[in-house]
């Protein structure tokens, strides 16, 4: 089967760039959810950078709770200017002249206490634009790796599916094969048990209440539903896109059809193959669950 790759709603990217200015981390984390809900914890620097985001978010991923982290650490030598303040100098030697007048014999005051008196050194401007290009350049390489992550996991799903498609399949023909041996011998009971039950029924009614019990319980318009029902199945898998919601909704009809089956069984084989239906539509339906 040819098929456009699915994407799973679990996965996880993370990506790390250093500069000059710093060391700039992204964290992307999705897990399955029936809607796109993405979160972001950013730095106050880079916090008017996630509208930007949150667009990037919802071109790029149908559904799925996100949460991003990202963070930012800005060099020591980006924060810090090695040129004195002169203004706090001239205070800082009022104090000291301050000091000298009023105790005798001071110790000398060292340049390097000096510098490293609070304020001395100027703070310079921290590089925080260059750190938002690069904040937006970094998400879009974790978003990459997210999405091709996503991709991988959902196409570790697609061998499953082919499986159990192929096994509800190969039950289905063998059951339509079945079937007719069974509704003979169906009509064959009933007609044995009206005529013990209403011996005086004349064979027009006799033939009319075998008729209408045989339909229900005749299983050919399920059977025919199930393999419908698997094709499209089939086909959803091979579309581009998000297509988690239809392959839910494919498998309720799935399980509904599986249900009647059951419901209608009269022989051991059928009813063993019904349950089996069932047990592998919910196989499917539980990784169904983490399809986007």
Known sequence: ?????????????RQERRDHWGVLTCECRSVNHRYLEPGFRLPEALRELEMDFREQVRERLGRGKMDVQMRLELAEASLQSMEPD???????????RAVNEEVDNPAPVNPLDVLRWPGVLASAEPPVE?????ARALFTATLDDL?????????????????????????????KQRAPEWLSRQQALLRERL???????????LAQEIAILAQKADVSEELDR?????????STLGRTGPVGRRLDFLMQELNREANTL?????AAELTRVAVELKVL??????QIQNVE
């Open 130 to 134: 260059e750190a938002r290009e690069a």
């Open 1 to 13: 089967m040819s098929t456009a790759p699915i994407h799973s709603m679990t996965a996880f990217a």
């Open 262 to 266: 059951s419901s209608k069984s009269n």
């Open 147 to 175: 999405v091709a992550a996503r991709e991988r996991e959902g196409q570790r799903l697609v061998p499953l599916f082919e499986d159990r498609l192929d096994t509800i399949e190969q039950h289905v023909r063998e059951l």
């Open 195 to 205: 005529k013990e039950a209403a011996g005086s029924l004349d064979e027009e009614r």
């Open 281 to 286: 539509i919910e196989q499917m339906r539980e």
């Open 86 to 96: 002169a203004a706090v100098l001239r205070r800082l030697r009022n104090a000291v």
């Open 226 to 234: 199930l393999g419908a029902h698997a094709g499209e199945v089939r």
